[in-house]
């Protein structure tokens, strides 16, 4: 199962249209066909229109570019080159398995995101609990008993009482700082410097890094194997590595390639890119291999990402359980301190 039902319909829709491609049925047959199919109804709509621009003798490429939130400059130029080719169903084939790989990664991201997510979410709802439920009815018990609360009670009670008190305050403030990070990240100097800092950071920054070099080789590879030019086969690869830092290094590959100099030697200037993406591309410009061997370093990189991936889960979730779980049981313990001395006497 797909991660998104957005690229799972696209996926289904890419493998249906290569089969029925591959079988020898016109094209405006299969769009048809595959119109009536789609369990999507905007995807629906949208291969509705393609059939009456195609029917109409619009170029099939030229039909699906009018729809560029279903298909992107990758996916609009492959089916073109494919078109070009006289060989639209391997095009379309190549695609569908791009599109499953790629999709692959970003659902093991998701997928690890999931524990960490659920602890936070677990601590703020008893942290609520306490601040608005337990630790108020408490503080009643506590004043009516008269005598000084211990020291880790005072401190909980004392923290609980001003997040209280003043939650709105601190809701606005968090709203605040993160309406403002957006507008940095999204602006085009803010989403260069943080898109070079998740590379960078320490353990995580493996991670990104991995899952950029994967998604940007993968999409270089698949293009030249269906006969774009490498130019313009690493700019639209630039823009699927979704990392701002790495897209703009892949430009500067491009404008040096296009004034002459080889990809082995252009790659070679980068640090992002380890040795075997230069020694793969060396050995494919040399063979004339380069896409069998850029997918190669891209299933290299997929492989990595998931072990690393696999490492930092093992490592974090249980310290992230360690860490929440002493924070609701001090809390816990703090509320319940004073009635575990009052009921053994200490009052």
């Not at 998104?4 to 829709?13: E, G, Q, R, V």
Request: aromatic share 10%.
């Amino acid at each position: 199962m797909l991660a998104s039902d957005k690229t799972a319909h696209l996926y289904i829709f890419t493998q249906q249209f290569a089969s029925m491609m591959a079988s020898g049925l016109r094209l405006v047959s299969v769009l048809s066909n595959l119109a009536r199919e789609m369990p999507s109804r905007r995807l629906r709509n949208v291969v509705e229109d393609i059939t009456e621009d195609v029917y109409s003798g619009i170029n099939l490429a030229d039909a699906m570019e009018k729809h560029p939130k279903v298909f992107n400059n990758i996916y609009v130029n492959m089916v073109r080159s494919g078109l070009n080719a006289g060989k639209l169903s391997e095009a379309l084939e190549q695609l569908s398995e791009y599109l499953e790989k790629a999709d692959n990664v970003k659902k093991k991201i998701q997928t690890a995101c999931l524990y960490p997510a659920f602890i936070f979410i677990a601590f703020v709802i008893v942290f609520h609990v306490m601040s608005f439920i337990i630790l108020p009815r408490f503080q009643v018990l506590f004043e009516t008993m008269g005598r000084k609360l211990p020291d880790m009670t005072l401190l909980v009670m004392n923290i609980g009482v001003f997040y209280a008190d003043n939650w709105p305050f601190l809701l606005g403030g968090l709203i605040f700082i993160i309406a403002l990070s957006f507008v940095w990240v999204t602006s085009t100097d803010g989403r260069l410097i943080w898109d070079e800092m998740k590379l960078r950071l320490p353990l995580v920054g493996t991670v990104w890094r991995a899952a950029a070099v994967s998604r940007f080789l993968r999409t270089f590879a698949v293009q030249l194997r269906n006969h774009i030019p490498a130019v313009q086969a690493l700019r639209l690869a630039a823009d699927a590595t979704a990392n701002a830092y790495l897209a703009e290094i892949v430009w500067q590959v491009a404008e040096r390639v296009e004034s002459g100099e080889t990809l082995a030697a252009s790659f070679g200037r980068e640090e992002i890119f380890e040795g075997i993406v230069v020694q793969m591309v060396a050995s494919g410009e040399e063979a004339g291999t380069m896409d069998r061997l850029l997918l190669s370093a891209a299933n290299y990189f997929d492989t990595l990402l998931f072990q690393r991936i696999n490492s930092l889960t093992a490592m974090v979730n249980p310290l992230l359980t360690a860490i929440v779980g002493a924070g609701i049981a001090g809390m816990l313990v703090a509320s319940f301190l004073p009635v575990f001395e009052m009921s053994g006497g200490a009052y």
